[in-house]
């Protein structure tokens, strides 16, 4: 009972079984980091997005109430991050341009995950280089870290030995489309390119 074919097939079975475990594992790993929408109708849904106070990049307080009636596009960054943030925000101000008048009725914003370094003066110098448009929004760490908490982004200091910036901040890079009362629509992970951007937020206007 246990020759060649039978030890054949047991092993067969293991490593099948073994797949089976591994798929299932990325798969619960890749479902928990896609952002679901507060529309998917069943139950436990989870929210993305909710109220806001923040500092904007001229020093005033503001709250999400402040772009109410307007669709807030919103990417998380930061003024140090070496790629990642230039290239969503780059195509971010692509696809602005690309939307033309019409894209009065959406506000881009940056919102820090590095409160400490990126002050009011600093948000200011960085989101100009990207877009008129574009505002950017700081805060203290607590008001940072709640907005973080309310759109599911995560973030985390590391930090860097051989720089003189001292730590860098691992963030996840989706950007969000909420509608004129704040409530979430669609998002983008950040190499989505500039005409499929432009696209989806004029199928939302
Ligand atoms: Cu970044």
Do not use: W
């Amino acid at each position: 009972m246990s020759g060649p074919a039978q030890r054949g097939l047991l092993r067969g079975l293991v490593i099948t079984a073994v797949l089976a475990v591994l798929a299932l594992g990325a798969y619960v790993v890749f479902a928990s980091l896609i952002p679901r929408s507060s529309q998917d109708g069943g139950s436990g849904q989870v929210t993305i997005g909710g109220p806001f106070e923040l500092v904007d990049h001229e020093g005033r307080t503001v709250t999400d109430r402040d772009f109410a009636g307007r669709l807030m596009l919103i990417y998380f960054g930061f003024t140090n991050c070496p790629d990642i943030c230039p290239t969503g925000l780059q195509t971010m101000a692509i696809a602005m341009d690309e939307l033309g008048a019409a894209g009065e009725k959406v506000q881009p914003l940056l919102i820090t995950v590095d409160p400490e370094r990126d002050t009011p003066a600093v948000m200011k110098e960085y989101v100009q280089a990207f877009h008129e448009r574009l505002v950017g929004l700081t805060g203290t760490p607590e008001q940072i870290a709640k907005v973080a908490r309310e759109y599911r982004v995560y973030y985390q200091k590391v930090a860097l030995k051989d720089s003189s910036l001292g730590y860098s901040v691992d963030h996840s890079g989706f950007i969000y489309l909420m509608d004129g009362e704040g409530k979430y629509l669609t998002h983008f992970r950040h190499d989505t390119t500039p005409e499929q951007m432009a696209e989806r937020i004029k199928s939302k206007l």
